[in-house]
């Protein structure tokens, strides 16, 4: 009997726990900022580690930020009609800076926020497309541009100054770097929706750049607009396309296998749960936005791991998931 009653306690305590749970990962915030024809350009304007919602607006070049810490917005104009927002940290402060290219001269324009000097480098050409990142792993985003024609990534690394050339990719690809391998050093990446494949060039944990492990792995089809970021917090960048169709996510978990050193470092219950999800490697999805919305994944609630966010153009409004 008394072994009767615990089970029934179990019964109907297990479910409100999840009930809880899942009351709290679905804690949403919609916020209308912006308006049809502004650019999304979420980033950490106010050093914090969250994200910020930021739109730049081509009209008339500004940038509308609402800085997560304290809820202030700012204001910024930087950069004009035709340019392309390329916001990053190019001085390594912790802070994104408001940048800019103008392809039709291919000069990136940079205010440095540690400074608040106007840094400008010209690289690319008209047709190519930015991909600002830290492949040469000294924390400073470096310039770099991606050419469809010939599959080619051209990158500007702040360490040295120097040009560095990579094939990798082909026309119809659509360039996706990130920190696949590495949580410091941004990998070479594309994704080919003919096939859905991602192909990485993983960077060497180690020194010894003659180490090249290639990655391929396939999720996402035709149609579907990749959105690379990290949902499980292992500080490397998941794959993860959105169906603007369904308004569907799905996200593999990076394979962890070989991370298992850098995640002991991290809580026992957090370690656990990555290996759990990366030794599965299974796709999880989940159902946020509709066709039409620009998806904008990001740290908005924490740190470590990437929000689903979209950004609904018609109305202006920004809907992001709790997690
Ligand atoms: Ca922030
Ligand atoms: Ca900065
Ligand atoms: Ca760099
Ligand atoms: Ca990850």
Known sequence: MKIGCKLFMVALTAPLLIGILNFKAEAQVIKQWGQNGDIPVPGDYD???KTDIAVWRPSNGAWYVINSFTGQVVIRQWGAK?????PGDYDNDGQ???AVWRPSNSIWFVINSSTGQVSTKQLGQNGDMPVPGDY?????????VWRPSNGTWFVINSSTGQLSTKQWGQNGDIPVPGNYNNPLKTDFAVWRPSNG??????SSTTAN????????T????????PVPGDYNNDRRTDFAVWQPSNGTWYVINNLASQRVNSLTSQGINSLANQIFNSLTGQVNTKQWGSAGDTPVPGNYDSPARSNFAVWRPSNGTWYILGN
């Open 218 to 225: 396939q999720l996402g089809q035709n149609g579907d607009i």
């Open 136 to 144: 040469d792993n000294d924390g400073k985003t470096d310039i770099a």
């Open 209 to 216: 750049s003659s180490i090249v492990e290639q990655n391929t």
């Open 197 to 202: 494949n991602w192909y990485v060039i993983n």
């Open 82 to 86: 035709d340019d392309i927002p390329v």
């Open 96 to 98: 994104t800076d408001f």
């Open 47 to 49: 050093k914090d580690l």
